[in-house]
Antibody
Framework: QLVESGGGLVQPGWSLRLSCAAS????????LSWVRQAPGKGLEWVSV???????YYADSVKGRFTISRDSSQNTLYLQMNSLRDDDSGVYYC?????????WGQGTTVTVSS | DIQMTQSPSFLSASVGDRVTITCRAS??????LAWYQQKPGKVPKLLMY???TLQSGVPSRFSGSGSGTDFTLTISSLQPEDVATYYC????????FGQGTKVEIK
C-alpha cells in the first residue's frame, strides 16, 4: 500500500515536499515513481528512483524536483522547488514492478497566485 | 526523447464489440510497454505489462500485442464496466505515457 501526503495550495516559485508512505514492501528494494495528472488531462510521468539508487526525471521538472527515499521511515519523497502554475495536479506515487502495479490515492498540488 | 502516440483519442462502441487501441513509439522500445485503465475519478490500474502479460485479476477479454514501435490493446467484447480512459506507457528510460484513449459505450 502507498499513501501520499503533503499536497496543498502554494504560490508560484514556492516549494513543497510530497511524501509517500509504503507498507508491505521496502522502498529501498523497489523502483518507485511519481506520476502526475493535471485537471482534465492525461498521465505524466515525473520521476523514478530505482532500487539501486539511480534517479531519473522528466525534462519538465529536471533541476527543480528531487526524488529521494528514507529506509527508516519506508517513505518516498518528492521535493518540488520553483513551482509553476503548470505543476498543478494530482501527484501519485507508484511502485514499478513490470509496469506501475501499486498506486497511492494521490495528493493534490495547486500552484496559483 | 521517446514519444508515445495513441489512436484513436476517443472511441464509442457498442456492448459486445471488439475494440482496438493502438500505441506507437517514436523509436524501438523492445517490450517495455504497459497498459493502464483509469475510470472517472479513480486511480489508474495496471492492465498489462511486457506488452501482453495480463496483470493478476484483469479479465481475459483484455489482450495486448506488438513489438518494437507498434502495439495494440484489444478488448474482445466491450462491457459497460470498461468505460474508462486507457493509457500506454513505455516503462524504461525515459518513461513516457501516451496521451490516452477515452472509451465510451454507444
Amino acid at each position: 500500500q502507498l499513501v501520499e501526503s503533503g499536497g496543498g495550495l502554494v504560490q508560484p516559485g514556492w516549494s513543497l515536499r510530497l511524501s509517500c508512505a509504503a507498507s508491505g514492501f521496502s522502498v529501498t528494494n523497489s523502483d518507485l515513481s511519481w506520476v502526475r495528472q493535471a485537471p482534465g488531462k492525461g498521465l505524466e510521468w515525473v520521476s523514478v528512483i530505482l532500487g539501486g539508487g539511480d534517479t531519473y526525471y522528466a525534462d519538465s521538472v529536471k533541476g527543480r524536483f528531487t526524488i529521494s527515499r528514507d529506509s527508516s521511515q519506508n517513505t518516498l519523497y518528492l521535493q518540488m522547488n520553483s513551482l509553476r502554475d503548470d505543476d498543478s495536479g494530482v501527484y501519485y506515487c507508484a511502485r514499478e514492478f513490470g509496469g506501475l502495479d501499486v498506486w497511492g490515492q494521490g495528493t493534490t498540488v495547486t500552484v496559483s497566485s | 526523447d521517446i514519444q508515445m502516440t495513441q489512436s484513436p483519442s476517443f472511441l464509442s462502441a457498442s456492448v459486445g464489440d471488439r475494440v482496438t487501441i493502438t500505441c506507437r513509439a517514436s523509436q524501438d522500445i523492445t517490450n517495455y510497454l504497459a497498459w493502464y485503465q483509469q475510470k472517472p475519478g479513480k486511480v489508474p490500474k495496471l492492465l498489462m505489462y511486457v506488452v501482453s502479460t495480463l496483470q493478476s485479476g484483469v479479465p481475459s477479454r483484455f489482450s495486448g500485442s506488438g513489438s518494437g514501435t507498434d502495439f495494440t490493446l484489444t478488448i474482445s467484447s466491450l462491457q459497460p464496466e470498461d468505460v474508462a480512459t486507457y493509457y500506454c506507457q513505455h516503462y524504461n528510460n525515459p518513461r513516457t505515457f501516451g496521451q490516452g484513449t477515452k472509451v465510451e459505450i454507444k
